[in-house]
């Protein structure tokens, strides 16, 4: 039963064009959600997270948006980069100071030059 | 300041055949988990510990076992190996609360095949 679902396995955007990456959850109890980036051969890189009380999170070119009514995050990326083509990890998390995370199955963004 | 490193990188073992995998950790962080990632599956947790002497298991324990050594060491052993158990491991570490809580540090993995 895999509580949170990315269903788009890739994802190709032209360079500097906005990439737009999905993540559905189903356990109402999750609280908090974090991406995370991974390249080949290395592990996983915490990007930026978010907790159920905000709707919107942003650091520099990424912006992570919440609907808890649609159980749905995204992931912006603007401008998207060629050093953005990367795995894409969403991640979620029941409530704080719980530190057992849930992955999503991961989708591979590729940003054509 | 090296963050989390993982022994070996690369492993091939015979079915039935036993393998520790060594994870360490210098940032002094408190809590540290082992996960296995399997192509279309993501991430699955195998098992964490959230501080020193204490280890709980995580969605996907059967066939390993774990030893929080100290604070910075967290082992995964595989006592009989199956085909199951081919899979790419990651060791992490997080300070748990306060700053950067949920942000987990990953080591670079261990590719692991199992024939």
């Known amino acids: 039963d895999q509580q949170v679902k990315q269903n788009s396995p890739s994802l190709s955007v032209q360079e500097g064009r906005i990439s737009i990456l999905n993540c559905d959850y189903t356990?109402?109890?999750?609280?908090?959600f974090l991406w995370y980036k991974k390249y080949p051969a290395e592990g996983p890189t915490f990007l930026i997270s978010?907790?159920?009380?905000?709707d919107k999170n942003e650091d520099g070119r990424f912006t992570v948006f919440l609907n808890k009514s649609a159980k749905h995050l995204s992931l912006h990326i603007v401008p998207s980069q060629p050093g953005d083509s990367a795995v894409y990890f969403c991640?979620?998390?029941?409530?704080?100071?719980?530190?057992?995370?849930?992955f999503g199955t991961g989708t591979r963004l590729t940003i054509i030059p | 300041n090296a963050g989390v490193t993982q022994t070996p990188k690369f492993q091939v073992l015979k079915t039935g055949q036993s393998m520790t995998l060594q994870c360490a950790q210098d940032?002094?962080?408190?809590?540290m988990y082992w996960y296995r990632q399997d192509p279309g599956m993501g991430l699955r947790l195998i098992y964490y510990?959230?501080?020193?002497?204490t280890t709980d298991k995580g969605e996907v324990p059967n066939g390993y076992n774990v030893s929080r050594l100290n604070k910075r060491e967290f082992s995964l052993r595989l006592e009989s190996a199956a085909p199951s158990q081919t899979s790419v491991y990651f060791c992490?570490?997080?300070?748990?609360w306060g700053q950067g809580w949920g942000e987990q540090y990953f080591g670079p993995g261990t590719r692991l095949t199992v024939t």
């Open positions: 992490a570490s997080s300070d748990g």
């Open positions: 356990n109402s109890m999750f609280d908090y």
């Open positions: 978010i907790s159920s009380i905000k």
């Open positions: 991640a979620a998390s029941p409530t704080f100071g719980n530190e057992k995370l849930t």
């Open positions: 940032m002094n962080h408190n809590s």
């Open positions: 510990s959230a501080s020193e002497g």
